[in-house]
């Protein structure tokens, strides 16, 4: 955006601040929806290292899940042999929000999302000390967790609205459906399977297909639920825009006393508000700061300096991290 003069005030695919409101005011421009795009918890992603690594593997993914839906077979030597790697080489990467803005769907939610569920789990199943070997059972479940979906009618998977009653009790099939599939395909165990089956299910009973308790429910359904649900919040999808940043953490914070598994909960959160000290942040006020400090007992409301003064988010309730930055 240019003044009338022709100075440069906003550069293209620059995130929107209180600061940049101020200056377009000034020169009387006011925005509308046609000038800008939601862009979800994380700023674009172009420069994180792993991207274009990370694209190919969705695409190659797209292929795999489309020949599943003909063949009704899964080719499990091509994930193992071509997605794996580099579901593990970009979790290795130490910029964590880089590889979350990289794995944020936009218009490809149903490939980018296994890629997303299969790294993030990776992620939790190494900060749990899982081995090697259970590392690479449980990446390889997440990546298949909703396999399922691809003997769902796509006029059901596609619907740009909220499905109706009948369409939703086909949809929560694919759990059943992927199932089925993975008990039958060599190479996979039971343990894996389950994960199809169970990663909707939720500690509270409240979960599907079956309203299991927590005593029932795999350790792996439960890593891979709350990466699911962190993905799935974070990502554009045909009838729901991302959710900010501060929804997402305070609706898993709340689903830890219910839903999702605490332990793993908790431990996830805590590592992802760690790893934002030092980091740029948007408030819901349009401000920009950097995190200074987390607490360890309360990881949601950091310590933000914003210019010269301090935020701090444990006693001021009037503002929380919209966007990283």
């Known amino acids: 955006m240019y003044s009338s003069s022709g100075v440069l005030l906003v550069p293209a695919s620059e995130v ?21 795009a939601d862009v979800g918890p ?80 990776s992620l939790i199943g190494t900060w749990m000390g899982l081995d090697r070997q259970e590392l690479l059972q449980l990446t390889t479940a997440a990546l298949l967790h909703d ?6 009618p796509l006029d059901i998977l596609n619907k740009p609205t909220r499905l109706t009653a009948e369409e939703y009790a086909q949809m929560k099939n694919h759990t059943v459906l992927g199932y089925e599939v993975l008990k039958e395909t060599v190479g996979i165990s039971h343990r894996q399977a389950l994960v199809a ?15 299991l308790g927590q005593d029932r429910i795999e350790k792996f359904s439960r890593i891979v639920a709350v990466a699911d649900v962190f993905h799935a ?14 929804k997402v953490l305070f609706q898993m914070e709340k689903d830890a006393f219910g839903a999702l598994d605490p332990v793993i909960t908790r431990l996830f959160i805590g590592k992802i508000m760690n790893d934002l000290i030092g980091r740029s942040v948007m408030l819901t006020d349009g401000s920009e700061g950097k995190i ?12 933000i300096q914003v210019g010269s003064g301090f935020v701090d988010l444990s006693k001021d309730f009037s503002v929380h991290i919209q966007q990283i930055l």
């Open 16 to 36: 929107i601040t209180r600061e940049h409101m101020q200056i377009l005011a000034k020169h009387g421009i006011v925005l509308t929806d046609r000038d800008v």
């Open 233 to 246: 919040m974070t990502s554009t999808r045909v009838y729901r825009t991302p959710s900010p940043f501060y």
């Open 197 to 211: 089956l169970q990663h909707h299910e939720r500690m509270d009973g409240s979960g599907y297909p079956f309203g």
């Open 42 to 121: 994380y700023a674009a992603a172009e420069s994180y290292r792993h991207q274009r690594m990370i694209d190919e593997a969705v695409m190659q993914v797209g292929q795999i899940f489309e020949e599943i839906r003909e063949t009704q077979k899964i080719p499990l030597a091509e994930l193992r042999n071509g997605i794996l790697p580099i579901v593990h080489e970009a979790c290795n990467g130490p910029d964590l929000f880089g590889l979350f803005a990289a794995l944020q769907s936009k218009d490809d939610y149903t490939y980018r999302h296994n890629i997303a569920v299969g790294a993030i789990a």
């Open 292 to 303: 200074l400090m987390v607490q360890p007992g309360d990881p949601t409301h950091p310590l």
């Open 147 to 152: 396999v399922g979906k691809m003997f769902i």
